[in-house]
């Protein structure tokens, strides 16, 4: 079993930025999802274990996920917040071990508040 403690989450007025940590000790490819209150929880973007990425159409440009795996340790930066980017994210965090197959593990979220 894998901990993953996600952190960075917080109260930002429209227009600002926040970066989120997630530490997973021994994942190298992740996700970020998150979920507004009364809706499904969404995809948000993700990177492989190659470094390559993949967005939302709806934060496409103003978000960029990174890793460093050398600390376990995956990042989103977001910029341009707007209000509906507010929600609880979500780190998503997967590991390979020989013979096995991918194993994912989720954090316990961290609230994102996007208000003037």
């Known amino acids: 079993q894998v901990q993953v403690v996600e952190s960075g989450g917080g109260l930002v007025q429209p227009g600002g930025s926040l970066r989120l940590s997630c530490v997973a000790p021994?994942?190298?490819?992740g996700s970020w999802y998150r979920q507004a209150p009364g809706q499904q929880r969404e995809w948000v973007a993700s990177i492989t274990s190659q470094g390559a990425t993949n967005y939302a159409d709806s934060v496409k440009g103003r978000f960029a996920i990174s890793r460093d795996n050398s600390k376990s340790t995956q990042y989103l930066q977001m910029n341009n917040l707007k209000p509906e980017d507010a929600g609880v994210y979500y780190c998503?965090?997967?590991?390979?071990?020989?013979?096995?197959?991918?194993?994912?593990?989720w954090g316990q979220g961290t609230q994102v508040t996007v208000s003037s």
């Open positions: 021994g994942t190298i490819f």
């Open positions: 998503k965090a997967g590991r390979v071990r020989l013979g096995r197959p991918p194993e994912d593990y």
